[in-house]
């Protein structure tokens, strides 16, 4: 997992819809659905001090191996990252 702390850059909308978040990427004109779980995963995201924060946070809450949460998280993030729908700022 990278380290640092993710910012949503300007032309990043998001929206809740029926459990889940449909992010806009304004320059690309593309969208992107989260489900609950990743729901979840958006709002620690944009909430949490940084990276290591929202794995803790995920851990504690969910009932997952460490090592399948750290692969997954890191999954969503390089998807979320190379879509342009945040930034990850190193301290």
Not at 3 to 9: E, L, M, S, Y
Not at 27 to 36: M, N, S
Not at 58 to 69: C, G, H, I, S
């Amino acid at each position: 997992m990278p380290d640092g702390r993710v910012q949503i850059p300007a032309h990043v909308a998001s929206r809740l819809v029926e459990g889940g978040v449909v992010l806009f990427n304004a320059e690309t004109g593309q969208y992107f659905a989260l489900d609950d779980v990743g729901t979840r995963v958006w709002s620690l995201l944009t909430t949490s001090a940084d990276l290591q924060s929202v794995y803790d946070g995920l851990l504690a809450e969910y009932d997952v191996a460490p090592d399948t949460l750290r692969r997954d998280l890191d999954a969503l993030i390089e998807s979320l990252q190379s879509r342009g729908l945040i930034r990850i700022e190193v301290a």
